[in-house]
């Protein structure tokens, strides 16, 4: 968490009179009067998948597992697996680049001094603020390193003039361990420590020793968890749409790569919105044209009227995530009007950093 600095302009002039106003326009560059310059956020998805990942390694001696350990259905050939542990989705704010505004400067109003995040959403005015950033992901557990059998054969077993009698070799090795250490528990060793920890150390050496031989003929299964995050952008609400495809040979993979099965993602209104205000119905124009329409009527600053969403993510065997969040791009556009600002200079407003919703006004 990192303090933000307040934004303080013409901070020697705190004069309020009756005809002081605050001024907010859409803020287009080269055009617009010095002010602070704002963003209002669209309410984004941070989707983390923490995944297992199983990698099977064949042994070099497998074809003699059974003939000297009776080892059975030891994998012959390299086998990646890969399986969802868990989904996390958590929403933050990102700048709207169709709702940017300008405050202008004015030396007898109390708006200019607000509070923004470093990509310039507003979060409060007249007050501090916190801008809140995303908790750290998960880490990665890489599997531990394997054993390296060849720090463990003898001189015999490492000049063996053949793999055949490499194995045989090395499977007489796995035989006298088993029994010296049986040996070493049942006390019946001639070197048995009569000290515990000594006793623990040594029958800790010989199982080392014992499976770093018997991978030899079994093979090995490294076991790591990776974590895989990327943001998802709602535009639309929707009922089943790809959010991306899982491969058990490749982990996380494009929602466009069809050697993946899909995890689809819904987003769906929970209702309770106030009604909106009429708009035009050309999409690509119905917010300016909505704010403009504001600009005409009113002067203030402007926030989201947030929509209540149901975010689930699923699959075809189980569904992996079920949250409620609001979301600024789902709602539309208030203003709050330029009189709490200029006649009342302890109006104090925050908003909410995801959603650029009202959370808290006092005068």
């Not at 007898?108 to 310039?120: C, H, I, M, Q």
């Not at 054993?147 to 090795?173: F, H, I, P, R, V």
């Not at 199982?207 to 709602?234: H, I, K, R, W, Y």
Request: include cysteine.
């Amino acid at each position: 968490m990192k303090r933000l600095a307040f934004l303080i302009l013409s901070f020697s002039h705190f004069l309020f009179t009756a005809t002081a106003q605050t001024e907010v326009s859409d803020f287009v560059p080269g055009i617009s009067q010095e002010g602070v310059k704002y963003f209002l956020p669209q309410t984004a998805l941070r989707v983390t998948v923490v995944a297992e990942k199983t990698v099977t390694t064949p042994g070099d001696l497998n074809k003699y597992a059974f003939r000297y350990l009776r080892l059975k259905d030891v994998p012959t050939e390299p086998q990646t697996h890969w399986a969802i542990q868990d989904i996390k989705v958590e929403p933050f704010g990102m700048p709207d680049p169709e709702k940017a505004f300008n405050v202008k400067v004015n030396s007898k109003t109390v708006a200019p001094l607000v509070s923004l995040t470093r990509d310039g959403i507003l979060l409060a005015i007249n007050t501090d603020a916190q801008e809140e950033e995303l908790p750290a992901l998960p880490q990665s557990v890489p599997a531990p390193a394997p054993l390296n059998a060849k720090q463990y054969m003898n001189q015999e077993m490492l000049s063996a003039g053949s793999t055949a009698k490499l194995a045989e070799l090395c499977a007489q090795e796995i035989y006298d361990i088993r029994d010296s250490r049986n040996a070493l528990v049942r006390g019946e060793a001639d070197n048995t420590p009569k000290d515990g920890e000594q006793l623990r150390l040594m029958l800790t050496q010989l199982e080392t020793q014992a499976t770093a031989l018997e991978q030899l003929f079994s093979g090995t299964t490294q076991v790591s968890t990776e974590v895989f995050s990327f943001t998802f952008l709602p535009t639309e609400e929707t009922e089943k749409e790809v959010l991306f495809r899982f491969s058990q040979l490749l982990g996380v993979v494009d929602k466009d790569d069809l050697s993946g099965q899909p995890v689809y993602i819904q987003i769906k209104n929970l209702g309770g919105l106030p009604a909106k205000p009429e708009e035009p119905a050309n999409e690509k124009k119905k917010v300016l044209a909505f704010l403009s329409k504001k600009h005409d009527t009113e002067k203030g600053v402007f926030y989201n009227v947030a929509a209540r969403e149901a975010v689930s993510v699923f699959d075809i065997n189980q569904t992996y995530v079920n949250l409620e969040c609001s979301m600024g791009q789902f709602g539309y556009t208030e203003v709050l009007s330029h009189v709490l600002f200029d006649k009342r200079p302890t109006t104090r407003v925050t908003f909410y950093q995801e959603n650029g919703g009202l959370k808290k006004l006092e005068q």
